[in-house]
C-alpha cells in the first residue's frame, strides 16, 4: 500500500533531481559521526555512539538548510578501551563539565556537482569556534544521504591537555567523518 | 690449545653477517624490556611512543633477518671446532635455526597483533605495513599471548646461545665466540 503511494513520488524523483523534497528525518542507527586522529604516523580511527541530529535540507533550496548536531562526547569509540577512558577524562573531553558537543549551521551554500558545504559554530569543551565541512548529497530510494568531512584542530578546543599537546605525538588535525541518512520531513515526502 | 680448521671454511663470519647479527642482538636488547615495560604504563604520550619505537625497532628485526637469512645463504657459517661432540653440534644447528624462525616469527605476530587490536604498523612514522587481518578483539587478545610466549621462548633461547658462547671462549677456549667478535681472537702461532 505504501509502497505502492511511493513509487510515482520515487519516479518523479528521478526524473526531477531537483524536485521539492525536504528530508528532515535523521535515521540514527543509519547515521554516524567517526574520527580518525593520527597517533604516532598511525591513523586511528573512532566514533561516537549517540548523538541527536536534526538536518532540515532540500536540494532545491540548499541555502535554506539546517543543522544541529549535539553528541554526547561519553559515547566515543576512541579505538581501545584505555584511549576511551582516557579521552573522557579532564585533559580530554572533560565530559563531567562538557558532557557534549554541538554544532549548529549557519550557512550551507552549494558547490555544484551534488557538493554543498556547511558552516556554523561547533562547540566543543567550552570553546566555540566556527567550522566548515563540504559533504556530498545523494539519494538513496526515499532517503537522502549526506557525506562529508572535515579537519578539526583539537587544540583550538582544548583537547588534549598537558603532555597531550605534544603534536608530534598526537597529530593537532583530527579528521571528522559524518554521514546522516536522512528520511523526507513529512510521510509521503512531498510538500 | 691447538686449533685445528678445515681447508675451506671461513675462520670468522663475514663482517657483513657480523654487523647484522650484533645489529640484530642490539634491537632485541632494546625492543624486548622496552615490550614488557610499556604494556603497563598507563596511557601518555609517552606509551604511544614506546609503542611506536617498539614496533619500528621490530619491522627492522624483521627485515635484518631477512637480510641475513640472504647473506647466509651465499656466505655460509665457519666450521664449527673438530673437537665439539656431536650432539653440540647438532643442539648448535637447531638453536640456530630456532632463532632465526624466532627474529621472523616474533616480529610477524606483533605486526598482526597490532592490526587485530585496530592498530596499524607504520614503520618510523612513514611506511605504513599493510592489515593482513582486521580488527579482532578475540584474535588480538590471542596474539597477545602468542607473541608474549615467543618472547619468552626467544629469552630463554638467547640465554642458551649466550651461555654457550662465553662456555667456548672460557671453558674450551676455542673461536666459536671470536669468530662473532674477532676482537677476542686468540693471539698465536
Known amino acids: 500500500m505504501r509502497a505502492r503511494r511511493l513509487l510515482p513520488l520515487a519516479l518523479l524523483g528521478l526524473a526531477l533531481p531537483a524536485a521539492a523534497v525536504e528530508y528532515g528525518k535523521v535515521l540514527p542507527e543509519k547515521s554516524q559521526i567517526t574520527f580518525t586522529s593520527r597517533q604516532m604516523g598511525v591513523p586511528v580511527s573512532g566514533k561516537f555512539g549517540r548523538f541527536a541530529a536534526q538536518v532540515a535540507f532540500d536540494p532545491a533550496r540548499p541555502e535554506a538548510g539546517k543543522a544541529t548536531i549535539e553528541i554526547e562526547l561519553a559515547s566515543i569509540d576512541a579505538g581501545s578501551a584505555e584511549a576511551d577512558e582516557e579521552v573522557v577524562g579532564k585533559n580530554w573531553f572533560q565530559t563531567k563539565a562538557f558532557p557534549s558537543a554541538r554544532f549548529v549551521s549557519t550557512s550551507v551554500k552549494p558547490l555544484g556537482g551534488g557538493r554543498y558545504e556547511v558552516r556554523g559554530p561547533l562547540t566543543l569543551r567550552g570553546h566555540t569556534q566556527d567550522v566548515t565541512a563540504p559533504f556530498a548529497f545523494k539519494t538513496d530510494g526515499q532517503l537522502a544521504v549526506l557525506d562529508g568531512t572535515f579537519v ?13 599537546g605534544d603534536t608530534d605525538t598526537v597529530a593537532n588535525e583530527v579528521q571528522v567523518g559524518f554521514r546522516f541518512v536522512v528520511a523526507p520531513a513529512s510521510p509521503g515526502g512531498a510538500k | 690449545m691447538s686449533r685445528e680448521h678445515e681447508l675451506k671454511a671461513p675462520v670468522s663470519y663475514t663482517p657483513v653477517a657480523i654487523g647484522l647479527h650484533w645489529l640484530v642482538a642490539l634491537l632485541i636488547f632494546f625492543a624486548w624490556p622496552m615490550g614488557v615495560y610499556m604494556h603497563d604504563l598507563p596511557l601518555s604520550p609517552q606509551k604511544l611512543q614506546y ?3 617498539h614496533k619500528w625497532a621490530g619491522v627492522t628485526v624483521f627485515l635484518l633477518a631477512i637480510l641475513r637469512l640472504a647473506w647466509r645463504t651465499s656466505h655460509p657459517a665457519p666450521a664449527l671446532p673438530e673437537a665439539m661432540p656431536r650432539w653440540q653440534r647438532q643442539a648448535a644447528t637447531g638453536l640456530h635455526h630456532l632463532l632465526y624462525l624466532l627474529i621472523l616469527v616474533i ?3 606483533g605486526w598482526l597483533m597490532s592490526s587485530a587490536k585496530g592498530f596499524q604498523t607504520v614503520w618510523f612514522g612513514l611506511v605504513p605495513l599493510p592489515d593482513l587481518v582486521g580488527k579482532d ?21 638467547v640465554g ?8 667456548h671462549h672460557l671453558v674450551d677456549r676455542d673461536d666459536v665466540l671470536s669468530r662473532m667478535l674477532p676482537f677476542l681472537r686468540r693471539r698465536e702461532n
Not at chain 2, 578483539?137 to 633461547?157: D, P, W, Y
Not at chain 2, 649466550?162 to 662456555?167: E, L, N, R, T, W
Request: proline content about 2%; glycine content about 10%.
Open chain 2, 137 to 157: 578483539k578475540e584474535l588480538g587478545e590471542l596474539l597477545e599471548e602468542v607473541h608474549e610466549a615467543l618472547n619468552f621462548t626467544l629469552l630463554g633461547i
Open chain 2, 160 to 167: 642458551v646461545h649466550v651461555a654457550a658462547a662465553i662456555k
Open chain 2, 107 to 109: 616480529p610477524l605476530s
Open chain 2, 51 to 53: 609503542y611506536a619505537w
Open chain 1, 152 to 164: 578539526l584542530k583539537r587544540l583550538d578546543f582544548g583537547v588534549g591537555q598537558g603532555a597531550w
